[in-house]
């Protein structure tokens, strides 16, 4: 058993590096899509960090734990409190590197284009105020920023050579699909509406609600909670 769990602690050793990944909290977010491919998107509200490379970690460290212990000729009695006490010595400074980490994500994100206020208020909680437009001329994914390490989209938009597009947005949704990372209360956390509003042609949706139609525009706004288990897709037909 130790011998494996030595065995997946070096395979995973790129998954370590991946950094954060960052979830919704309470946030209020809007898509503009339009069949000229114009499209404007917000996102204003909370966000919480996750360390994937720490929780990966502290997992295969219990898998390790627990593979020292399987042996009858080990010593567990020994091994245990020694564990425990640098488990307690290392918490802090953990802390204190995870709150520096998040600083500087914070800082990373202010500099990209849109954002209009990123604060960290601690605890791996942000405050966001997001907002740009343009045209798609190609894919679109939001949030992404490599100096920040973020992975795992909120949103992204993908164009289709049969000219439509593709909208989904995963982590509007609780899903326990291998989706997103797990995170015991990263779920709970998540309260939110997303409206996706366009002139286009709708090809498809999932909302039970469906579209609302004002004058030449149609609207879908999908609620997101930790009771959310699919995310909003719809397809949209470009015009010519």
Sequence with gaps: MLHFTRIALALAAPILLASCVITPGKFVSTLRIDADRSFAFTYVGEVHAIDVGNAFAEGMAEGLSEGMTDDPDSDGAT?????????EDGAAAKKAETEAKNRAIAEALA????????????????????????????????????????????????LKKNGTVRMTAPAFANRSDGGAPAQPDAAAKLDGSFTLSTDAEIVSQNSEDGATTEGTRKSITWRATPLTKAAPMAVLRMGE
């Design 79 to 87: 091994f245990e409190p020694i564990a425990q006490e640098q488990e």
């Design 111 to 158: 500099k990209e284009a849109g954002y209009r206020k990123v604060e960290y208020a601690g605890d791996g909680r942000f405050l966001i105020d997001y907002a740009i437009e343009g045209r798609l001329t190609h894919n679109f994914i939001y949030p992404f920023n490599s100096e920040a390490e973020v992975m795992f989209p909120f949103i992204a938009i993908e």
